[in-house]
């Protein structure tokens, strides 16, 4: 795992938005404690061509490293307010992008 910067793409269906709330409100501290960043989130996505197309809200968050979003993903604390969002949406996909190393 390097330090080139990673991004996280979800695509998230919320069902329950009292249950996504509760996920909301302990995400971001432990986003930053992972040196996480909220880039966007967008609910009225429009997709332009291919078969899949994603509805509800996609998010993207971005990392400095892998082994960053690795542990955020792994820490405990995430896991447990998980346990909201997984209950108040449909998560279709949580992806990790990895982002282009620097060029000199």
């Known amino acids: 795992m390097s330090d080139t910067p990673v991004f996280m793409v979800a695509n998230l269906i919320i069902k329950d938005s009292d249950q996504y709330r509760n996920y909301e409100q302990g995400f971001f501290p ?54 909201f969002r997984r209950a108040g949406t449909d998560t279709r996909f949580l992806t990790l992008v990895h982002g282009q190393p620097p060029r000199n």
């Open 30 to 83: 432990i986003l930053k404690k992972h040196g996480g960043k909220l880039l966007t989130f967008d609910d009225n996505i429009e997709s332009f061509e291919g078969s899949a197309q994603p509805s509800g809200r996609i998010v993207i968050l971005k990392f400095p490293s892998e082994k960053a979003a690795r542990d955020w993903w792994d820490d405990p604390d995430y896991q447990t307010i998980s346990e």
